[in-house]
């Protein structure tokens, strides 16, 4: 089947079966590319159905700029609470972290273990030792100042005990996690 129009064009030589054939492919990729958009366009209809829910354009806006004024008062207080934490993080490294405390008998006639030596350092092992003697006249009490897990003054051994409690208590719950992780 020749057509005139198809001569004119220069495809006269063509089989229309073939002709018909593309053009029924291409019908088939149309409609398929339109039930896609239908379903785009349905679901959409349903996100903006619920997002305009009760909503006209002026009581958007406010809410447009509720939200905008939540975000900058969001942001203020994400800022100062960040500055708080530095601000805590620093002050806790300061106060005293680590304990080391020895009971002892100073004089051996006494008993009880009456006197004590107290060791208080911060996270750089840093702080103070009080020793509290006690013997039958009395209590008699002094400190030593503690910087680095050292002392300038010679320590007897109950206070180097003490020391030595409060700085390896770190060590020690370091060393208890790690065994705790290997299991």
Same mark, same amino acid.
């Not at 001569?7 to 063509?14: C, P």
């Not at 006249?137 to 020391?163: F, H, M, P, T």
């Given at each position: 089947?020749?057509?005139?129009?198809?001569?004119?064009?220069?495809?006269?030589?063509?089989?229309?079966?073939?002709?018909?054939?593309? &053009?029924?492919?291409?019908?088939?990729?149309?409609?398929?590319?339109?039930?896609?958009?239908?379903?785009?366009?349905?679901?959409?209809?349903?996100?903006? !159905?619920?997002?305009?829910?009760? *909503?006209?354009?002026?009581?958007?806006?406010?809410?447009?700029?509720?939200?905008?004024?939540?975000?900058?008062?969001?942001?203020?207080?994400?800022?100062?609470?960040?500055?708080?934490?530095?601000?805590?993080?620093?002050?806790?490294?300061?106060?005293?972290?680590?304990?080391?405390?020895?009971?002892? /008998?100073?004089?051996?006639?006494?008993?009880?273990?009456?006197?004590?030596?107290?060791?208080?350092?911060?996270?750089? /092992?840093?702080?103070?030792? &009080?020793?509290?003697?006690?013997?039958?006249?009395?209590?008699?009490?002094?400190?030593? !100042?503690?910087?680095?897990?050292?002392? /300038? &003054?010679?320590?007897?051994?109950?206070?180097?005990?003490?020391?030595?409690?409060?700085?390896?208590?770190?060590?020690?719950?370091?060393?208890?996690?790690? *065994? /705790?992780?290997?299991?």
């Amino acid at each position: 089947m020749e057509s005139a129009f198809f001569n004119k064009i220069g495809l006269g030589g063509i089989d229309i079966g073939y002709l018909f054939l593309i &053009i029924l492919i291409l019908i088939i990729i149309l409609i398929a590319g339109t039930a896609y958009i239908i379903y785009q366009n349905v679901k959409f209809r349903k996100a903006y !159905r619920k997002f305009m829910k009760g *909503s006209t354009a002026e009581s958007l806006e406010e809410k447009v700029f509720q939200m905008c004024e939540e975000q900058d008062s969001l942001r203020k207080l994400g800022l100062k609470h960040s500055r708080e934490i530095k601000d805590l993080y620093a002050k806790h490294q300061t106060a005293f972290q680590k304990v080391g405390l020895v009971k002892y /008998d100073a004089f051996k006639e006494m008993g009880g273990k009456l006197s004590f030596c107290l060791v208080l350092l911060d996270e750089n /092992d840093t702080g103070i030792l &009080i020793n509290s003697i006690h013997n039958t006249s009395g209590c008699y009490c002094y400190s030593k !100042r503690i910087k680095n897990g050292k002392c /300038d &003054i010679v320590l007897g051994e109950e206070e180097q005990l003490a020391v030595d409690k409060a700085t390896r208590r770190k060590m020690k719950i370091a060393k208890s996690n790690e *065994s /705790d992780n290997e299991e």
